[in-house]
């Protein structure tokens, strides 16, 4: 990945926000290249994959993951992306050839590709979670920004500030990507809150500052004004898929053992191809008999 992306982690010198921002253009241009997304789908999906890098590198150990599903009644359909800790997201949707006119500030439709109505669902999960926490709110405008901060309000009652911006240009190259993650500490007074509201609403894009060359620093610095912040730690941020032919063959000795027979005797192998990175994964006649002998053994 450039060495242009990454995320920055901060906090007010008066102690009472937390802030991130991160510039995620190659991330982003890289995701729309593996799901072969079009121009509005680029936008929903690059800001899905952001919002959910802001979220897991602010609110998990470096033990757990996170997994993000929007479920919205636009032409994307199902939205979904797995971030770390450690700066790694990837993700997938359900259609991702999707282009719609222009909204009616002459900007890529990304709420009418995911839709205004819907849920969006996070799921926290560590390596030995027997159940894993899960909290859903309802879209509220499906511009994603939105409903992200509606989600950490709600289900984490951590009131935020939550942008998130992708630029596409007329080749459907991702030239601009990125956002930041706002937010409001106990005890905070009533004047600072309605100051920062003041600053973000005059805030260009983030997309049009990353466009004009701006880091994720000086973008919180253009929230907060010079010198009120402490930087505390700058990280890479990475589309990374880490699936294996491993994890795959698991999940296929796992089908029915009926179900895997008839694999067998109608194509006499199998191909897996992962929804996040595309990468396929062959197994032949012999491995999957391999399979099938294992579960008859099992049974007696």
Known sequence: MDSTDYLVKSMTKDG????????ATQLVN????????WSTASAAFGRSLIGTLLLSTSGLDKSQAMTVKIQGDGPCGAIVCDG???GDVKGYLQEPHVNLPANSQGKLDVSGAVGKHGTLTVTKMSPDDKAPYSGEVQLVSGELGDDFTYYLAQSEQIPSAVG???????NDEVTAAGGFLIQVMPGTKDDAIAHLEKSIKDLPLVSKMLRDHLTPEEILTKIFGKGQLDFLQTMPVNYRCDCSRGRFAKALAGLPLEQLKTIYDEDHHAEAVCRFCGKKYEFSGDDLQKMITQKENQKK
Request: hydrophobic fraction near 40%; avoid cysteine.
């Open 16 to 23: 009472q926000f937390r802030a991130y921002a991160v510039n």
């Open 30 to 37: 890289h995701a729309h290249h593996v799901q072969d997304t």
């Open 84 to 86: 770390t800790a450690n």
């Open 164 to 170: 998130l911006s992708v630029f596409v240009d007329t």
